[in-house]
T-cell receptor, first 112, second 114 residues
Framework: DAKTTQPPSMDCAEGRAANLPCNHSTISGNEYVYWYRQIHSQGPQYIIH???NNETNEMASLIITEDRKSSTLILPHATLRDTAVYYC?????????????FGQGTRLTINP | NAGVMQNPRHLVRRRGQEARLRCSPM?????VYWYRQLPEEGLKFMVYLQKENIIDESGMPKERFSAEFPKEGPSILRIQQVVRGDSAAYFC????????????FGDGTRLSIL
């Protein structure tokens, strides 16, 4: 079962930053935090992942708290095309790393 | 989701028939994963394969389902004697290795059982 907790839904205005929280209070030291999103009728799309340090790529930024018990995915300038279900996944290293465990995610709606 | 190719995108079968779903991984990827998404539910892991080997099939139903990833050609998920409960979206993902590298997904095959 998924070891993360996310709000079921969020709204954000177009052009604003979307901040999606995730709690993973039972995360272990060798477990990564991954984010995927699923736009309606498409397959999950990889966004970003991190272990301890904050990460940034062309899609988003990932902020992980110092105790690693929670994280926030930031879409800096949300567009209508960012409307999707966003999944926060804790992924171990080694045995079991191949099974991504998807929870219910956060349904993000970007409003014009 | 460019790169991982799944076909067909939509497949309709009658109860009792066989369904074959195909997945071609991204170029350079030798690890393939299958997931199933039932209506209104999250994705569930089914099986993990490398070329010619099944590594982890802990999420596969015990009967009627099988998967292969031959030396040449795509990975195949096969469902024999389909039932209505098999109606779902089946997604394939691939990665270049077993380590902590992102899995990249295809757009899935939507299986409908009449």
């Amino acid at each position: 079962d998924a070891k993360t907790t996310q709000p079921p839904s969020m709204d954000c205005a177009e052009g604003r930053a979307a901040n999606l929280p995730c709690n993973h209070s039972t995360i272990s030291g060798n477990e990564y935090v991954y984010w995927y999103r699923q736009i309606h009728s498409q397959g999950p799309q990889y966004i970003i992942h991190g272990l301890k340090n904050n990460e940034t790529n062309e899609m988003a930024s990932l902020i992980i708290t110092e105790d690693r018990k929670s994280s926030t995915l930031i879409l800096p300038h949300a567009t209508l095309r960012d409307t999707a279900v966003y999944y926060c996944i804790v992924r171990p290293v080694g045995q079991g790393a191949q099974k991504l465990v998807f929870g219910q995610g956060t349904r993000l709606t970007i409003n014009p | 989701n460019a790169g991982v190719m799944q076909n067909p995108r939509h497949l309709v079968r009658r109860r009792g028939q066989e369904a074959r779903l195909r997945c071609s991984p991204m170029k350079g990827h030798s690890h393939v994963y299958w997931y199933r998404q039932l209506p209104e539910e999250g994705l569930k892991f089914m099986v993990y394969l490398q070329k010619e080997n099944i590594i982890d099939e802990s999420g596969m139903p015990k009967e009627r389902f099988s998967a292969e990833f031959p030396k040449e050609g795509p990975s195949i998920l096969r469902i024999q004697q389909v039932v209505r409960g098999d109606s779902a979206a089946y997604f394939c993902a691939s990665s270049p290795g077993p380590d902590n590298q992102p899995q990249h997904f295809g757009d899935g095959t939507r299986l409908s059982i009449l």
